[in-house]
């Protein structure tokens, strides 16, 4: 009987693991915040200690709203931006400076 009740628990567990996972990479764009802290020469930026890949066709903008290269942010600086889940990790596809 309790191999029984142990079987039932473990495969609930598994198939509840699955379609959490499955829920999550399914999200689309996910929104986030912090401080970008470095720029590395391949293009990716860490925000709070993540490393994040950046779209070819991100859009960027400062402060003010107006649109900004990657190459003129000097972190660190507060950011808020908009990724979506790939198959090496997240990648930016909107990029904002916010003042604080």
């Not at 709203?65 to 990724?83: A, D, N």
């Amino acid at each position: 009987m309790q191999k029984r009740n142990y079987f039932k628990i473990l495969t609930i567990g598994t198939l509840l693991l699955f379609l959490i996972t499955g829920l999550v990479f399914a999200a689309g764009t996910v929104r986030g915040g912090g401080m970008l802290t470095a720029i590395e020469p391949d293009g990716s930026v860490v925000i709070d200690e993540m490393i994040y890949l950046v779209s070819s066709s991100v859009d960027i903008f400062g402060y003010n709203g107006e649109r900004i290269s990657l190459g003129q942010i000097s972190p660190p600086k507060r950011v808020s931006f908009e990724y979506v889940y790939t198959s090496n990790g997240g990648m930016i596809v909107k990029l904002q400076l916010v003042e604080g």
